[in-house]
């Protein structure tokens, strides 16, 4: 069994997160157009992303409880088909309450490692009660981690919080390996006709209103409202693909899952 990893010793040498944070406002990729009706301007988004899951990081798992946690299975799944291996080593970035790195656990065994980083302490908090694997404070356009050493970069469900989706996925090829994998699970809506209204009802009414219904909390309510508004404006997977490629992917390719529910990208850096 390997001996514990020391996050700091993959970092910058301990240099503050806020230090390697870059601007709030968006960049050459933002993942969606400003979202003005939750803060007045662009360079108000990432504070306002933070306070929110700041205020209902301990109701997250509601939306996981309500589809009985297939979501989690899932992840799981796809991780093995996509190439994940015993003794391979696991950046989750965006590691939220655990989902994607709870199935990477599993996989990759006592011999590979699984570390998790999340800009928002209140949700590595959660994610400390499912999962022990090193945690770090830290963004995915900055990420506190040296160069070629991971084998899998995973994010799931958060990559419309990034601030430049090009600055995001240089830093996942630049801390993956030669041949390294990055894999990304993300919602999906139908653009157009009876596919975007069913999606709409079910993620903009109905989840929304059932978290409420089980958390009473408003802020919690808030976050579902507001995740749907960045699936509903985040640009089209052809973007993130070109996005993926100007960051340094050789390969980079997007899959539809289940239409209205969500797709995956998938990016290998060169050997």
């Known amino acids: 069994m390997p001996a514990p990893l020391d996050v700091g010793k993959l970092g910058y040498g301990g240099v503050p997160m806020s230090r390697r944070h870059e601007s709030n406002v968006p960049g050459e990729f933002p ?6 009706d939750y803060y007045e301007q662009p360079a108000d988004r990432q504070d306002y992303v933070q306070d929110l899951f700041d205020k209902s990081a301990h109701h997250y798992d509601t939306v996981e409880k309500i589809f009985l946690n297939g ?7 796809s991780l093995k088909f996509n190439g994940l291996k015993p003794g391979m080593k696991v950046l989750d970035v965006a590691v939220g309450t655990a989902a994607v790195s709870m ?27 499912k999962v022990d694997i090193p945690l770090a404070r830290g963004v995915a356009q900055a990420l506190p981690f040296r160069s070629d ?7 799931g469900i958060a990559l419309r919080h990034v ?9 996942y090829c630049r801390v993956l390996k030669p041949g390294g994998t990055v894999w990304i699970l993300e919602s999906h809506v139908p653009r157009k006709g009876i596919g975007h209204s069913l999606t709409k009802f079910l ?17 919690a309510k808030e976050l579902m409202d507001y995740y749907w508004d960045t699936i509903d404006q985040c640009v089209e997977p052809e973007k993130v693909v070109e996005a993926m490629r100007a960051g340094g992917f050789e390969s980079a390719r997007s899959k539809l899952v289940v239409p209205g529910m969500f797709c995956e990208y998938i990016g290998k850096k060169a050997e």
């Open 103 to 129: 199935g990477a656990v599993k996989i990759v065994g006592p011999e590979g490692r699984v570390v998790g980083v999340d800009p928002n302490r209140s949700m590595l908090r959660e994610a400390r009660k």
């Open 163 to 171: 601030s430049d989706l090009k600055a995001a996925f240089s830093e």
């Open 71 to 77: 979501g989690v299975h899932y992840r799981r799944l």
């Open 203 to 219: 993620w903009a009414k109905a989840i929304p209103g059932l978290t409420y219904v089980a958390t009473r909390s408003r802020d």
């Open 31 to 36: 993942p969606h157009v400003p979202l003005t």
């Open 149 to 155: 050493y991971f084998d899998f970069v995973t994010m």
